[in-house]
């Protein structure tokens, strides 16, 4: 089992700026991948970035050249910076962990809202 804790969300202007993290705990020697994902009302949970033990990253183009996904040193815990933050971007933010133990699984974190006013 892996447990992820997300922190990090509010309300921001448009323009604005947010940082999201996410600490990992449990069995974290199994996490292959780490990400964040955002789920507007009304719409599918999507695909913000994600980022693989490996170091390969991949973004939305909705957010390429605005969002950020690092890792921490312990490679438990992930970062989403947010520059120039749009209306649509708007959503509760949910992280992701892949992990792989004899059979891939996913994750999730309880969710962190995200709210960018015009």
């Known amino acids: 089992q892996v447990q992820l804790v997300e922190s990090g969300g509010g309300l921001v202007q448009a323009g604005g700026s947010l940082r999201l993290s996410c600490a990992a705990s449990g069995i974290i020697f199994t996490i292959t991948s780490m990400g964040w994902y955002r789920q507007a009302p009304g719409k599918q949970r999507e695909l913000v970035a994600t980022?693989?033990?490996?170091?390969?990253?991949n973004y939305a183009d909705s957010v390429k050249g605005r969002f950020t996904i690092s890792r921490g040193n312990g490679k438990n815990t992930v970062f989403l910076q947010m520059n120039s933050l749009k209306p649509e971007d708007t959503a509760v933010y949910y992280c992701?962990?892949?992990?792989?133990?004899?059979?891939?699984?996913?994750?999730w974190g309880q969710g962190t809202q995200v709210t960018v006013s015009s």
């Open positions: 992701n962990a892949g992990t792989y133990y004899g059979a891939r699984r996913a994750y």
């Open positions: 980022i693989t033990s490996a170091g390969s990253i």
